[in-house]
């Protein structure tokens, strides 16, 4: 039997046995930690770990560690019961690239003469989300480390460092951030007790609590709604059509930093000279043409509604996020979010016809967050 096949042999019965155990504390930890780490700020759990002594210190630069060799972003090592058995590892960690992945990696203080420690022997390294440096936090006598997939408070993950008996380690996640969102009922417009609905049906609302984030060194972009395709009847004449968010040649996440509407059967090209100035910040426009018209008077007839509307000046398509939806009978309707981030807060409804753009009213998204009990993929073993 190769070492292969008994790592899997002695996950599974470890898992196995303690599963229902496991299950039951579980719940009762994400319930107790999402107190502490649902509200940022309000309340704060101890850090276990400490800075190393300078004999620990000493072990760490002669081992030559690859996570403390650079770094885009962050790196460190500290000391800390990794795994609960009462004695401290070196845990050290490295957040770096244009995705800001963070690894971590073990090592267990070890000695081969006179009980004195005198070498690192890594016990495995592992990714651990992004942007934020994993850590340590105490709970009842227990560590747990912290991260997040997602690079915010929301993706968060509490896991466990745990020693098996073949001396591998796993992690195993106990506890992840789950958001929610509620709108709510102010405004009783047809339209908007439409769109209240979908934001309201658990089974289908997750584009109304996804946040596009692809790259980690810009803010969030907002909620995955304001970034899928948007076609149909969009000013209600009976001309369905696709408008096409149009950034940067060849680029994967045009859609999302986006420079130009336009509309089109396929996506219309874009004059060179346009996408350069685009590149020294312009400013977000309707391609020029009289295939773009239609949606550029469109447009600025909503400004000049939402204008008077909010006593401010806005300029459609330079500020704000939108998505078009269907309610009351088919027509169409767009919601625009001025918000920085767009994440719901305020969600400006807007319908459109061959004669004006009328100003239908505002739906706001609140989101909450806690920590459940992970049930799936909770556990990883640490590479060597």
């Not at 690859?66 to 004695?87: F, P, W």
């Not at 073949?166 to 769109?195: F, I, S, W």
């Not at 209600?236 to 040649?249: D, F, L, M, V």
Request: net charge negative.
């Amino acid at each position: 039997m190769n070492n292969t096949i008994k790592k899997i042999i002695v996950i599974f019965f470890s898992t196995l046995c303690a599963a229902p155990a496991l299950a039951a504390s579980a719940n009762g930890i994400c319930s107790g930690l999402s107190e502490y780490l649902a509200n940022p700020g309000k309340l704060a759990l101890p850090d276990p770990a400490r800075t190393p002594n300078p004999l620990e210190q000493q072990l760490i630069k002669k081992s030559d560690i690859e996570l403390l060799s650079r770094t885009d972003y962050d790196m460190g090592a500290s000391v800390v019961d990794t795994d609960n058995d009462g004695k401290n590892e070196i845990f050290v960690w490295n957040v770096d690239g244009t995705g800001r992945f963070a690894t971590i990696e073990i090592f267990e203080m070890t000695s081969e003469k006179n009980g004195h420690i005198d070498h690192l022997v890594s016990k495995g390294s592992i990714s651990s989300g992004v942007l934020v440096t994993p850590h340590f936090i105490r709970f009842k006598g227990v560590n747990y480390l912290v991260s997040t997939d997602t690079g915010d408070q929301e993706g968060l993950r509490v896991s466990q460092i745990e020693k098996l008996e073949n001396g591998e380690y796993q992690l195993r996640t106990l506890c992840n951030m789950t958001t929610v969102v509620t709108p709510d009922a102010q405004c009783r417009h047809p339209a908007c007790k439409e769109l209240q609905h979908q934001m309201a049906n658990k089974s289908s609302n997750a584009r109304f609590i996804d946040v596009e984030w692809p790259h980690k060194y810009f803010a969030p972009a907002g909620l995955a709604t304001y970034f899928e395709e948007a076609d149909g009847d969009f000013d209600n004449t009976g001309q369905s059509s696709t408008i096409w968010r149009i950034g940067r040649e060849d680029y994967a996440f045009e859609n999302i930093y986006w420079d130009f509407l336009g509309l089109g059967e396929e996506k219309p090209p874009v004059d060179q000279k346009l996408h350069a100035e685009a590149e020294k910040g312009s400013g977000r426009r309707v391609l020029p043409g009289h295939q773009h018209e239609r949606l550029s008077n469109v447009l600025n007839q909503q400004s000049a509604t939402l204008s008077s509307q909010l006593q401010q000046t806005i300029t459609l398509p330079k500020q704000g996020e939108f998505f078009l939806f269907q309610a009351n009978q088919g027509r169409t309707y767009w919601a625009w979010d001025f918000g920085g981030p767009p994440y719901g807060s305020e969600i400006h409804i807007m319908y459109t016809n061959a004669k004006r753009s009328d100003y239908i009213g505002v739906v706001r998204l609140a989101r909450s967050s806690f920590l459940e009990r992970c049930t799936s993929d909770c556990v990883t073993l640490l590479s060597r």
